[in-house]
């Protein structure tokens, strides 16, 4: 999968203009103009409710806007499914789970045929399943899972499957990978370790990302843009441009303050709706940005 595939692409990956999307007779959120180029890495970030898997949804073309314009791939959404990678929000595997990790990769490929190869009578058939066995070992290896593959993926740790389900949606060789919160539920050490494996994956197939996500201090190293979502409108722009004071004031139309801890993560203070992260994990009163 190497970079020039991906980077031949001129437009961007993503491309919404005065978008608006209407669910229920509400406005989950309008007037979004954003992108995302080729080889970038952009969070987009919000409170729970602010819309930011309703985003996704528009991007997959399984919702279409009320108002407004949306490009992916330089086409309608739902018309490059078959260019985009899509992570869902985090399910948990049984323990029991009989597929191996290798398993789950190669469902990325042939999903739809519930992952079993097509019998054919001539070489040709044996010659596509070499391929994509070699796509599959390509995939695995790029997320360093090498070690576990042959485990099932129920035996496997938190970090290791989500790794494995990234390499399922890149087996593909996707020109865009939307992620739908998948540091969530993951321990500081593997949230770190996934945020690097994103980032290196973008830098070295030139794949556009657009992740989810509730706090963006495991990103913050590796982020070219985020997108906020707050009270159905959106901001744009550098993390240091977006994630401060003045810009979430001025968004939530209430005062918001940022605060860097010694540690240089970032902290919001006195954000109006209920805080963008999961009690479970953050039992305070102030929330990490996202």
């Given at each position: 999968m190497a970079a020039t595939e991906h980077q031949r692409r001129s437009g961007p990956a993503l491309e919404l203009d005065g978008a608006?999307?209407?669910?229920?007779?509400?406005?989950?959120?309008?007037?979004?103009?954003?992108?995302?180029?080729?080889?970038?890495?952009?969070?987009?970030?919000?409170?729970?409710?602010?819309?930011?898997?309703?985003?996704?949804?528009?991007?997959?073309?399984?919702?279409?806007?009320?108002?407004?314009?949306?490009?992916?791939?330089?086409?309608?959404?739902?018309?490059?499914?078959?260019?985009?990678?899509?992570?869902?929000?985090?399910?948990?595997?049984?323990?029991?789970?009989?597929?191996?990790?290798?398993?789950?990769?190669r469902l990325g490929l042939d999903g739809d045929r519930w992952g079993l190869p097509v019998r054919a009578p001539w070489g040709r058939g044996a010659a596509r399943g070499r391929a994509a066995a070699q796509r599959v070992e390509a995939a695995i290896a790029m997320v360093g899972a090498d070690g576990y593959a042959e485990r099932s993926i129920g035996e496997c740790s938190g970090g290791e499957q989500q790794r494995l389900l990234i390499a399922q949606a890149l087996v593909g060789r996707p020109e865009l990978f939307l992620l739908d919160e998948p540091l969530d539920s993951l321990d500081l050490p593997n949230q770190a370790a996934v945020a690097?494996?994103?980032?290196?994956?973008?830098?070295?197939?030139?794949?556009?990302?657009?992740?989810?996500?509730?706090?963006?201090?495991?990103?913050?190293?590796?982020?070219?843009?985020?997108?906020?979502?707050?009270?159905?409108?959106?901001v744009e722009g550098p993390v240091e441009q977006v994630i401060t004071s003045e810009t979430l004031t001025a968004l939530y139309g209430l005062p918001v303050e940022v605060l860097k801890a010694s540690d240089g993560r970032l902290v919001v203070v006195g954000q109006p709706e209920p805080p963008a992260h999961h009690h479970d994990r953050h039992d305070h009163s102030h929330a990490h940005v996202g």
């Open positions: 608006a999307v209407r669910l229920g007779g509400r406005t989950v959120w309008s007037d979004v103009s954003m992108r995302v180029g080729p080889g970038e890495f952009v969070a987009l970030l919000g409170a729970n409710g602010s819309g930011k898997s309703t985003l996704l949804k528009v991007a997959l073309g399984t919702l279409a806007l009320s108002a407004g314009r949306a490009s992916v791939l330089g086409r309608a959404p739902g018309e490059a499914s078959r260019s985009i990678g899509y992570l869902p929000q985090r399910r948990a595997f049984d323990a029991g789970t009989r597929l191996r990790g290798r398993d789950i990769v690097a494996l994103v980032a290196e994956l973008c830098r070295s197939t030139g794949v556009a990302v657009l992740l989810v996500a509730h706090d963006v201090n495991p990103l913050l190293p590796y982020l070219d843009r985020v997108v906020y979502l707050a009270r159905g409108r959106a």
